[in-house]
Nanobody, 127 residues
């Protein structure tokens, strides 16, 4: 599975961005997809996740109510709509695919549970 993330950029606080993550290859093996972020000098942080089949979504408390994860299976693409952005949302955002577990609902927040990663896209929120 190959993942390509794009859509990052510079936005003012309170603004919106939509990130996309296009999956290719053996997408039939995917159980779920997630978005993580890494701010300068910090570790990788879970943001949101979605099952590949069904409609289960998961969010970090810090983004709940502001970010929305969705997917388009016909396009093999997962989106992260980010609204009401804050300077603390500034980070490199990575998408990831879990193709190795059937217990995605228990592991979605763990970076080590994901098998494939995109290259990351930078989101900068100015105050």
């Amino acid at each position: 599975v190959q993942l390509q993330a794009f859509g990052g950029g510079l936005v003012q606080a309170g603004g919106s961005l939509r990130l996309s993550c296009a999956a290719s290859g053996r997408t039939s093996s995917i159980y779920g997809m997630g978005w993580f972020r890494q701010a300068p000098g910090k570790g990788r942080e879970f943001v949101a996740a979605i099952t590949w089949i069904g409609v289960l979504t998961y969010y970090a408390d810090s983004v709940k109510g502001r970010f929305t994860i969705s997917r388009d299976n016909a396009k093999n693409t997962v989106y992260l709509q980010m609204n009401s952005l804050k300077p603390e949302d500034t980070a490199v955002y990575y998408c990831a695919a879990d193709a190795g577990t059937t217990y995605f609902s228990n592991t979605y927040y763990r970076a080590d549970a994901y098998d494939y990663w995109g290259q990351g896209t930078l989101v900068t929120v100015s105050s």
